[in-house]
């Protein structure tokens, strides 16, 4: 005699199915079946993300316009070349590495010290964390907005601190005009609008370290200052290489909040390769060549966030 | 052949002119005054023909984008589009216009009634041969605006005079309109700081190209030494366009408001609605409005044509509208474009407030007086000069706002290096066009 619940997923389903049916299914093994439900969403992976990565790597080497009806033309590895000696896509390629680097150090360092802060426990916890999350609930484009009116140098509020603290005539620097401010200028709107981020996700590490621990280490009398070290840090950080990589994932195709805030300039100093690409595939419509540039960035993502996991899981281990 | 074809336009004109069917009709531009000036025009075409208009109506910044993704794509969204001047050469060679030649001929639509800049500039395509497109729908340069009150008093002009040696009045030329901008910036005029002009700056579209060129054309900038040959050394980074473009920077380094980094037409209106700015440039589109305004309009304003330095030139802006190929009804669409080019419809098109480019208002004598900004609209047209045209425009455009930017707002190099580098720029698109 069978025991109930010693019946394959492949039986239930037969017996729950009309004669017929069932006995088709009863002919399948478990493997097909899986197969058979699976099959929607691997046909909608390959129709959505990897038909159009390889045509995208197809048109890249080609001279493929979309807005143009001409013969298209197999050319090599020519946009590859012209990208890569290209010295605009290289200030492109160091603007985004300016800007992701500074975003995520600040980030971390304000984040893990608000979450720090937070994980003592004081009247007024909860309201103050949920005030320091306010700037993620909002839209980038709404963000972007309002940062270009309190960067106005004759009306906005950031140029009139600046002035109370400095003495500096609040008129007489423009925060996304400038040459040397406007990078600093997305750097701090970045970091108002997702320290909150990395913040919770520290708040989670912080509070995964189990209080026996530091009662352990108050035993054998070990500092605060080794406390932290030894302890929070090394606890933590998994938790703080996960917020990095989400947040320099992010932060690699920034977009809207820059685009809103300097549309890229004064110049070309705050065109992050996001927007130097989007400006290539579909304003100047060189799709063959915008294709290519894709291509180098996700090699260049994908190299990047696998060399991190890889660490981040060593780090797990430990 | 050519009969065959001539019928088939005549039966299609006479078909549409039946009325046999009223459609919906939809109607796309930029979302500005000339617009609105439309939509009340075009409520007599609704009435004569039966069929209904809408209207889509795209912000400037976004209109090129917007447009050109539904041309490009085949959209069906627009049936008549009045479409940006540098347009036409990719409306044409990417079958995006209908070709209205036999249209014309069967309508008795001719071009000669139209000014030869407008059907230059927004009708032909290849430039200047008889190959029609479009019908100039609405002319316009980029000109300027002053505050009259501000010119005309006599403390004010006492101090230029003190300053400069000269007269305080409209600028004659280039030199002087820095001269007199650079006057006003920073000074205390009834307690509030003012500046001095207002100019085009922006990056994203054409904001800068359109406002730096007004400068350049003025001092002897060319695309071409020779048209159509697109040899580009020595016209596009000739002295002259280096000493044009040194100008506008100077313009803008030293008689323009703080943060001005990244202004277009809005902004500009903004700066002289506020009171911020003596002068301003923009598209003479805006002036009826400009005219109109409460605060700073009236006998506070007046206007004057883009001042020459080297040679007479004005930037030009301005549409011809066109029957989109992928429109289902076309029939409809060509019957809009008879009905709009009749003079007294045009002359209606002016009197709301949109730039005729019918020879019938243009020419009628009591034009230049017809309003206050009418005569300096007609000088214009005479001298005015225009981008590129070519199907690669968007490119060609993006090429020179980013040289302009890198080298007038982010000090980026010198005005030599930026036309040269332009240069580079543009030789590899046409290079990539064949044109090369």
């Known amino acids: 005699m069978t025991e109930p619940s010693a019946e394959s997923p492949a039986d239930k389903l037969a017996r729950a199915t009309p004669p017929r049916v069932a006995r088709r299914i009863r002919g399948l093994s478990d493997r097909a079946i899986a197969w058979i439900f699976v099959a929607p969403s691997i046909f909608l992976l390959l129709a959505v993300n990897i038909f159009p990565l390889i045509w995208t790597i197809n048109l890249s080497f080609t001279n493929f316009r979309a807005n143009r009806n001409r013969e298209v033309e197999y050319i090599g590895l020519r946009n590859y070349e012209r990208i890569l000696t290209d010295s605009d896509i290289w200030l492109t390629m160091q603007a985004t590495a300016h800007f992701l680097f500074w975003t995520i150090f600040f980030q971390v360092l304000i984040g893990f010290t608000l979450a720090w802060l937070i994980n003592r426990k004081f009247r007024g916890n909860d309201l103050w964390t949920t005030i320091i999350v306010l700037p993620m609930m909002l839209s980038p484009a709404v963000v972007g907005n309002f940062w270009t009116f309190l960067y106005q140098p004759q009306i906005g509020l950031f140029n009139y601190v600046v002035s109370f603290f400095t003495g500096v005539d609040p008129s007489s620097f423009s925060m996304i005009g400038q040459v040397n401010l406007a990078p600093w200028s997305i750097v701090i709107v970045d970091t108002w609008m997702w320290t909150p981020f990395i913040m919770l996700i520290c708040l989670a590490g912080l509070r995964s370290i189990p209080d026996y621990i530091y009662e352990a280490a108050e035993v054998d009398r070990a500092s605060k200052w080794r406390q932290f070290w030894t302890i929070t840090i090394p606890m933590a950080l998994p938790f703080l290489m996960l917020a990095v990589l989400f947040r320099g994932i992010e932060n690699f195709k920034m977009f809207d909040l820059v685009v809103q805030l300097t549309g890229g300039g004064p110049g070309s100093v705050t065109e992050l390769t996001s927007i130097n690409l989007k400006r290539e595939a579909f304003e100047k419509w060189r799709t063959g060549y915008a294709s290519a540039y894709a291509v180098i960035l996700f090699v260049t993502v994908f190299g990047l966030a696998s060399i991190y996991v890889k660490a981040l899981n060593k780090v797990k281990e430990r | 052949m050519r009969r065959t074809t001539l019928w088939a336009a005549t039966a299609l004109t006479a078909a549409a002119a039946s009325g046999a069917q009223a459609e919906d009709l939809t109607l796309c531009w930029a979302a500005w005054d000339p617009a609105n000036a439309l939509v009340e025009l075009s409520k007599e075409f609704e009435a004569q023909s039966g069929h209904t208009m809408n209207f889509e109506f795209v912000p400037w910044p976004n209109f090129a984008d917007r447009m050109l993704n539904e041309l490009n794509s085949g959209g069906k969204l627009c049936d008549l589009l009045i479409g940006d001047s540098q347009w036409i050469g990719g409306g044409a060679e990417n079958g995006h216009y209908v070709k209205l030649n036999d249209f014309f001929e069967a309508e008795g639509i001719s071009m000669d009634d139209f000014a030869p800049a407008t059907v230059y500039a927004y009708s032909t395509w290849p430039k200047g041969t008889p190959n029609y497109y479009a019908l100039p729908a609405m002319g316009d340069a980029n000109g300027w605006f002053y505050r009259k009150d501000w010119f005309t008093d006599p403390e004010i002009m006492a101090a230029y005079k003190e300053a400069t040696g000269d007269d305080l009045r409209e600028p004659q030329t ?10 006003f910036q920073g000074r205390e005029i009834d307690g509030q700081t003012r500046y001095g002009a207002a100019i085009f700056t922006e990056r994203g579209s054409e904001g800068i190209t359109m406002g730096a ?42 008689a323009t408001p703080p943060g001005y980094t990244d202004s277009y037409m809005e902004q500009g209106l903004d700066a002289f609605k506020s009171g911020q700015v003596a002068m301003a440039m923009n598209w003479f589109a805006f002036f009826p409005g400009l005219y109109a305004d409460p605060t700073t309009g009236g006998d506070k304003i007046d206007f004057f044509v883009n001042p020459p330095q080297n040679q007479a030139a004005s930037t030009l802006g301005g549409q011809g509208i066109s029957v989109v190929a992928y429109s289902d009804k076309q029939d409809a669409a060509l019957e809009y474009i008879k009905w709009f080019a009749q003079p007294d419809v ?3 098109w002016w009197a709301l407030g949109g730039y005729s480019a019918h020879n019938s208002v243009l020419n009628d004598p009591g034009f230049p007086d017809s309003a206050p900004f009418a005569g300096d609209f007609l000088l214009a047209m005479e001298n005015v000069q225009d981008f590129w045209q070519e ?3 968007a490119e060609l455009l993006l090429a020179m706002q980013k040289r302009l930017h890198d080298y007038i707002v982010a000090d980026v190099g010198t005005a030599q290096e930026a036309l040269d580098k332009l240069i580079e720029d543009w030789t590899e698109t046409f290079e990539d066009e064949g044109k090369l």
């Open chain 2, 346 to 348: 045009q002359a209606k």
């Open chain 2, 174 to 183: 280039q030199q002087e309109l820095l001269q007199i901008a650079q006057f």
């Open chain 2, 391 to 393: 199907p690669a425009y």
């Open chain 2, 213 to 254: 060129t007004g400068a350049l054309y003025t001092f002897g900038f060319k695309y071409e030494n020779e048209p159509g040959s697109y040899d580009m050394e020595g016209a596009v980074n000739s002295p002259e366009a280096v000493a044009g473009l040194e100008f506008y920077k100077e313009l803008y380094k030293t």
